[in-house]
């Protein structure tokens, strides 16, 4: 490229420099730019020293580089310098602020020697360049900020402004290009704008273009890689801050429970995640273990849901560099039904006392199982039938509770077995047997063996002899149930009954006291009490009726006629007395009874024996046949009268019959009669009627202080009193209770009265009814025993009658 200016200082220099050297004509400054074609002008140099071309040509025109690229040449036709070797500045001079070419110009004829000198003008020919094709770098992730890395310069040999002049970045998140970098012609930086992520985005591609200052301008581009370098700014991530597993309870040690998982982001060993406990209570350290590289969880030792329901572990993942995490499992145990209920008594009140109102407590259970929920469900029962139920309580207790009162008499003990299931499936369970006594309670009053008890004893009796035993049974235990036996005071005929018999305490055993005397005392009754040795005791009583029975002790006695033979008592016999008629009656009463009582009367002699005879059991003297005149006018008879007891005992009287119309009749009357023997008979009937007044007044005064005191002594008092109203009893009808002398002598009267026949026929009839039995002695059935005790009350009414009875006979 020319520059005219530039050319004219040239010539002015090159002027001054011809002047200053003989030898050198003077010296020629070419500014040519570099790059020009081959051939191109690059100065006509004939022209600048002042010749013609015709002169220049003929004088030999010669360039010389002097060993260098002959760059140029000279047209002789023209005179001009022309190009003739690519001149390239940046080959030449490289980035010398100046750059220029000499060589010599030689003229001959004459020698002229002229120093050209080519001064080379850059020109933009160069773009800028990179050494590398790309640019490699690598940042840290944990870059902060602000940053500069710097990336390596373009160049671009051209000079001054035709060199690298500014550089420019592609687009991207993180960098920029440092403003001041091309500015002071240092590298070109990037800075770090956003930071960088490598677990993002590792590799970022930026193209980093440089441009020159020259018109045109040139660039040249470079890829910048940069490379994210991992720095450990992750820690281990677990997929889940809190993992809850089940896990059964009984697994085998080496069953995986669970497996965590922890990733992180980073690269390599910051990136390499291990697992351990971070925190791990004394019982799960040794149940379980953790495999440091898989996370695996497994089971160390035995699971027991029992003993821990759940587990909390604490697991750390941690990578190369030490940066970790920690999550959490929760282990469930699930409750397998592995323990069978245990049934526990916690307390028991044994012995339990009989008595206690149903519903009461003596106990309680407890079931204990270990399972949980439904495996522990307890179901307790009681096996047998027992009076106890189980009422359920307070978790998994029972009341043992009575359902009826226990009775120790009936059961005394229980062997009770209890069977608890639980709720799992399939239920196990267990049982306990148990064994539960109950205690006396004194609560059974002793009982007799019977109702009533009856004694008959033979009067006349050995004092001491043992009359009856009594048996009480008490049903209670030891001194409970021991039977004490006493007789309970009351009075027997105005004496203490302890002085007519005694009771042995222990045995039971009535003994007689004294001899009865079955005349003064036919029964009596008397209460034996039995209690026993509790505490309250308790006692019954038991009547005892004690009948004596008769025995044959006292002889007949006969009223009528007195036994003495006295001749008062003479029976008037009418002549004309015909066959079968009565004549008299012999009277005579036992003081004993029944068979002991039973007469016979027998006449033993007889002045005439075919005349009369005696009615065996009435005593009635009847004629056998008509009187006649030839028949005696006395008569004599003696009559036995016996008893029927064993043996009997008999007694005899004389009878005096007078066969006659009128007593005035008899002559002998009056030797019969004796004045003594009629005041005897006088005195006696006045002594007989006194006492029988005596004895009347006696008993309405008796009665009186009854009727008084009724309620005190009802009943022993009148015990020989009672009276039998029927007028139809034979007169020596075996009466235990009532029928005294005096009312025998009443109700024989009373066969006079109503009839003998008739009455014999009763008598007779009402022995055979079953009252005798083959051994004649007298039993009474059961039903007579109970007609005793309806006559005892019907006592006050038949007392009347009787005494009614009495007061007409004594009137007769
Ligand atoms: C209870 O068991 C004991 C011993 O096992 C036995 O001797 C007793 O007879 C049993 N009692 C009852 C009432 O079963
Ligand atoms: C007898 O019964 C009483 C309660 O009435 C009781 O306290 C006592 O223990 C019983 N005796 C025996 C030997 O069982
Ligand atoms: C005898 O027993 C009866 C009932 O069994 C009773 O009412 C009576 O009071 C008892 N008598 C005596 C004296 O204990």
Request: with cysteine.
């Given at each position: 490229m020319e520059r005219p200016t530039h050319r004219i200082k040239m010539k002015c220099f090159v002027f001054m420099a011809v002047l200053s050297f003989h030898l050198c004509l003077g010296d020629l400054r070419y500014s040519i730019s570099e790059e020009r074609r081959r051939g191109s002008t690059l100065g006509k140099i004939a022209q600048d020293l002042g010749m013609d071309t015709k002169t220049l040509s003929s004088r030999k025109p010669r360039v010389d580089f002097e060993g260098t690229k002959r760059y140029c040449d000279i047209n002789h036709q023209t005179g001009e310098l022309v190009v003739n070797e690519r001149i390239d500045r940046e080959a030449l001079c490289g980035q010398k602020q100046s750059c220029a070419i000499h060589f010599d110009f030689f003229l001959e004829n004459p020698l002229e020697l002229h120093r050209v000198t080519l001064e080379i003008q850059d020109i933009n020919d160069n773009a800028p360049k990179f050494k590398n094709e790309a640019i490699d770098i690598e940042i840290r992730e944990s870059a902060i900020k602000g940053a500069r890395f710097s990336l390596d310069e373009a160049y671009d040999p051209d000079l001054g402004t035709n060199s690298v002049h500014s550089y420019t970045l592609s687009n991207n998140e993180h960098f920029i290009l440092s403003p001041k970098g091309a500015d002071r012609g240092r590298l070109p930086e990037i800075v770090l704008e956003n930071e960088l992520d490598r677990e993002k985005q590792d590799r970022l591609s930026l193209i980093l273009t440089a441009y020159d200052g020259g018109s045109p301008q040139r660039t040249g581009s470079v890829v910048v890689n940069i490379r994210v370098l991992d720095a450990n700014d992750n820690v281990p991530v677990f997929t889940q801050p809190v993992y809850e597993v089940s896990l059964h309870e009984n697994v085998p040690v080496e069953t995986v429970v669970f497996r965590v998982s922890a990733s992180d982001a980073d690269e390599g060993p910051n990136g390499e995640v291990t697992y351990e406990f971070s925190y791990l209570s004394i019982d799960s350290e040794n149940l379980f273990t953790i495999d440091q590289k898989t996370g695996e969880i497994k089971v160390k030792g035995d699971i027991d849901f029992e003993e821990s329901?759940?587990?909390?572990?604490?697991?750390?993942?941690?990578?190369?560099?030490?940066?970790?995490?920690?999550?959490?499992?929760?282990?469930?145990?699930?409750?397998?039904?592995?323990?069978?209920?245990?049934?526990?008594?916690?307390?028991?009140?044994?012995?339990?006392?009989?008595?206690?109102?149903?519903?009461?407590?003596?106990?309680?259970?407890?079931?204990?199982?270990?399972?949980?929920?439904?495996?522990?469900?307890?179901?307790?029962?009681?096996?047998?039938?027992?009076?106890?139920?189980?009422?359920?309580?307070?978790?998994?207790?029972?009341?043992?509770?009575?359902?009826?009162?226990?009775?120790?008499?009936?059961?005394?003990?229980?062997?009770?077995?209890?069977?608890?299931?639980?709720?799992?499936?399939?239920?196990?369970?267990?049982?306990?047997?148990?064994?539960?006594?109950?205690?006396?309670?004194?609560?059974?009053?002793?009982?007799?063996?019977?109702?009533?008890?009856?004694?008959?004893?033979?009067?006349?009796?050995?004092?001491?002899?043992?009359?009856?035993?009594?048996?009480?049974?008490?049903?209670?235990?030891?001194?409970?149930?021991?039977?004490?036996?006493?007789?309970?005071?009351?009075?027997?005929?105005?004496?203490?009954?302890?002085?007519?018999?005694?009771?042995?305490?222990?045995?039971?055993?009535?003994?007689?006291?004294?001899?009865?005397?079955?005349?003064?005392?036919?029964?009596?009754?008397?209460?034996?009490?039995?209690?026993?040795?509790?505490?309250?005791?308790?006692?019954?009583?038991?009547?005892?009726?004690?009948f004596i029975t008769d025995e044959n002790d006292n002889a007949p006695q006969i009223l009528y006629p007195s036994p003495d033979g006295n001749s008062f008592m003479t029976e008037m016999v009418p002549k004309a007395a015909l066959a079968g008629s009565l004549v008299s009656k012999v009277i005579a009463v036992d003081a004993d009874s029944g068979q002991n009582a039973w007469l016979t009367y027998h006449i033993i002699k007889a002045s005439d024996p075919g005349l009369l005879t005696i009615g065996v059991h009435s005593g009635e003297i009847r004629t056998q046949r008509d009187l006649s005149e030839s028949d005696s006018m006395k008569q004599n008879l003696i009559v036995s009268v016996r008893d029927n007891g064993q043996p009997s005992l008999s007694a005899t009287c004389a009878m005096y019959l007078l066969v006659s119309d009128n007593l005035a009749e008899v002559p002998e009357l009056k030797d019969m009669s004796h004045d003594e023997s009629s005041t005897k008979l006088t005195f006696y009937l006045i002594i007989a009627l006194v006492s029988v007044s005596t004895f009347f007044l006696t008993f309405i005064i008796i009665i009186l202080a009854v009727r008084f005191c009724r309620r005190r002594k009802p009943r022993l008092l009148f015990d020989g009193a009672v009276a039998i109203p029927s007028a139809y009893l034979p007169p020596n009808y075996a009466e235990v209770e009532g029928a005294g002398t005096l009312r025998s002598t009443y109700n024989y009267d009373a066969y006079l009265t109503t009839g003998s026949r008739t009455s014999d026929f009763k008598f007779v009839r009402s022995y055979n009814e079953g009252t005798l039995t083959a051994d004649l002695t007298l039993k009474k059935p059961q039903s007579a025993v109970d007609d005793l005790e309806g006559l005892d009350a019907d006592m006050s009414d038949s007392l009347q009658p009787d005494l009614t009875g009495i007061r007409n006979h004594f009137m007769r």
């Open positions: 329901s759940s587990f909390e572990l604490r697991i750390r993942a941690k990578d190369g560099a030490g940066q970790a995490t920690s999550c959490t499992v929760l282990i469930n145990v699930v409750d397998v039904n592995d323990n069978a209920p245990v049934i526990i008594i916690k307390s028991l009140n044994t012995p339990v006392r009989e008595n206690l109102p149903s519903g009461s407590e003596i106990g309680i259970i407890y079931v204990q199982d270990k399972d949980s929920t439904s495996n522990g469900d307890i179901k307790c029962s009681i096996e047998q039938q027992v009076p106890l139920k189980l009422v359920p309580s307070v978790k998994n207790h029972f009341a043992l509770v009575t359902t009826t009162e226990l009775d120790r008499e009936r059961q005394a003990e229980y062997n009770i077995s209890l069977t608890a299931t639980d709720g799992g499936a399939p239920p196990l369970f267990s049982s306990k047997t148990f064994h539960l006594s109950v205690a006396d309670v004194n609560d059974n009053a002793p009982i007799f063996e019977k109702q009533l008890y009856s004694a008959h004893v033979a009067e006349n009796n050995k004092p001491g002899s043992s009359v009856l035993s009594v048996t009480a049974k008490d049903t209670d235990w030891r001194q409970n149930g021991t039977v004490v036996y006493s007789l309970l005071s009351s009075d027997v005929n105005d004496a203490p009954v302890s002085s007519f018999l005694s009771i042995n305490g222990d045995t039971g055993v009535i003994h007689s006291v004294r001899s009865f005397d079955y005349e003064q005392l036919k029964s009596f009754k008397l209460l034996v009490l039995a209690r026993d040795n509790g505490s309250p005791p308790l006692s019954s009583n038991v009547t005892v009726s004690v």
